[in-house]
């Protein structure tokens, strides 16, 4: 079973519109990574989220860790077509602070 | 650009030949970490290293595939006898110390024919 549970597998939203990914896990959620790809490109760092109740925000992109540790949320406000792409969510789910544990992602897709 | 640099960018291999790939982390950083992600899917941890000390590795590291970090800057993964399940593209991440961001490169993209 995937431990990292990601919803939706895929959206697709009009342009201007908000939308919200989630991330899930049964575990605790030590260290919680958001990051976005590109088709056939490499990761590109979001934001990190490490305490319960923690929320961080980036240009139009907001994250949140719940206070349980073991949910993620990802927010976009008023979506553009540059926010297409593939959004991961991964953990630490060993409090290890070593690998990273990967959802199967969420692919966004953006109508103008 | 200071970031992570990974090379090829592509490979399209025989079944049975041996490739390599190589990584250059961000100056400085101590940690590098192996990915390999396949379509569809996230992706999953092979191997990482501490300087040129490699601390773990996956269970999905055959005992064909192989990574060194001899000086502790850049790293290089080698398959040998590739198999078409090997296609997949190859990330590697590296980091400052413990708890730190990992930052990707973008990634070596194997075919195997």
């Known amino acids: 079973s995937q431990e990292l549970e990601q919803s939706p597998q895929s959206l697709i939203v009009q342009e201007g519109k908000n939308l919200t990914i989630n991330c899930t896990s049964s575990?605790?959620?030590?260290?919680l990574y958001w990051y976005k790809q590109k088709y056939g490109e490499g990761l590109i760092f979001l934001m990190m989220?490490?305490?319960?109740?923690e929320e961080k925000s980036h240009e139009k992109i907001t994250a949140k860790l719940d206070e349980k540790k073991q949910q993620s949320s990802l927010h976009i406000t008023a979506s553009q077509p540059s926010h297409a792409g593939i959004y991961l969510c991964?953990?630490?789910?060993?409090?290890?602070?070593?690998?990273?544990?990967f959802g199967k992602g969420t692919r966004l897709h953006i109508l103008p | 650009d200071t970031g992570v640099s990974q090379d090829p960018r592509h490979k399209i291999t025989k079944r049975g030949q041996n490739v390599t790939f190589r990584c250059d982390p961000i100056s400085e950083h101590n940690r590098l970490y192996w990915y390999r992600q396949t379509l569809g899917q996230g992706p999953e941890f092979l191997t990482y290293?501490?300087?040129?000390?490699?601390?773990?590795k996956s269970r999905l590291l055959s005992d064909r595939f192989s990574a060194e970090r001899p000086k502790g800057s850049f790293s290089t993964l080698e398959i040998q006898r590739t198999e078409q399940g090997d296609s997949a593209m190859y990330l590697c991440a590296s980091s400052l110390l413990r708890a730190e961001t990992q930052y990707f490169g973008p990634g070596t993209r194997l075919l195997v024919l």
């Open positions: 575990k605790t959620l030590y260290g």
């Open positions: 989220l490490q305490k319960g109740g």
């Open positions: 290293f501490q300087n040129e000390a490699q601390l773990e």
């Open positions: 991964g953990a630490d789910l060993l409090n290890r602070d070593d690998k990273i544990i």
